[in-house]
T-cell receptor, first 111, second 113 residues
Framework: GIQVEQSPPDLILQEGANSTLRCNFSDSVNNLQWFHQNPWGQLINLFYIPSGTKQNGRLSATTVATERYSLLYISSSQTTDSGVYFCAVGRRGAAGNKLTFGGGTRVLVKP | EPEVTQTPSHQVTQMGQEVILRCVPISNHLYFYWYRQILGQKVEFLVSFYNNEISEKSEIFDDQFSVERPDGSNFTLKIRSTKLEDSAMYFC???????????FGDGTRLSIL
């Protein structure tokens, strides 16, 4: 199956700092999603980005499908950005499109 | 915006008992999924369901587990004879047939005592 590696595993930021999270995957995909898991365990969908670049407020993401990686940028971080960020990838087929998740990046933003 | 709804939010059960976790996917979606997340670990795929049958399942999804879409709206995960290691957060997700993202519910936290 597809392997998904995220880096770094842990990240401590001072409020206001910028950061980049990386997701590497081992095979071609046609689905890539970034999630933020909040302290209550909810998975918040941030981006659906199998290729290209998207921006949503202080967050943006870029996927270079040919090189099998995706980046999530957090700018001007806030304490509410704390949590675990997951990258998940899938290969769409007749059976559906199961997602394979990476191990996550745990982010702590300090005031 | 339409949401995936899961009930209950938290379930506490004695080991050996059966549990049913419930999900209401987004109404026009055709693909349905269950995922599991053991505390502190990554999210793992359990099963996908399409056209009223299982389309793919992981090695975790053994005979202890079953899924059903009993009517036009609900999608359930049944776990028979629960074990301590079944304690986890269980997420339901759904997607439309074309190149659309999966939408996740808020999860059911299952605690086996």
């Amino acid at each position: 199956g597809i392997q998904v590696e995220q880096s770094p595993p842990d990240l401590i930021l001072q409020e206001g700092a910028n950061s980049t999270l990386r997701c590497n995957f081992s095979d071609s995909v046609n689905n890539l999603q970034w999630f933020h898991q909040n302290p209550w365990g909810q998975l918040i969908n941030l981006f659906y980005i199998p290729s290209g670049t998207k921006q949503n407020g202080r967050l943006s993401a870029t996927t270079v499908a040919t090189e099998r990686y995706s980046l999530l940028y957090i700018s001007s971080s806030q304490t509410t950005d704390s949590g675990v960020y997951f990258c998940a990838v899938g290969r769409r087929g007749a059976a559906g499109n199961k997602l394979t998740f990476g191990g996550g990046t745990r982010v702590l933003v300090k005031p | 915006e339409p949401e995936v709804t899961q009930t209950p939010s938290h379930q506490v059960t004695q080991m050996g008992q059966e549990v049913i976790l419930r999900c209401v996917p987004i109404s026009n979606h055709l693909y349905f999924y269950w995922y599991r997340q053991i505390l502190g670990q990554k999210v793992e795929f359990l099963v996908s369901f399409y056209n009223n049958e299982i389309s793919e399942k992981s090695e975790i999804f053994d005979d202890q587990f079953s899924v059903e879409r009993p009517d036009g709206s609900n999608f359930t995960l049944k776990i028979r004879s629960t074990k301590l290691e079944d304690s986890a957060m269980y997420f339901c997700a759904s997607s439309a047939p074309s190149n659309q993202p999966q939408h996740f519910g808020d999860g059911t936290r299952l605690s086996i005592l």
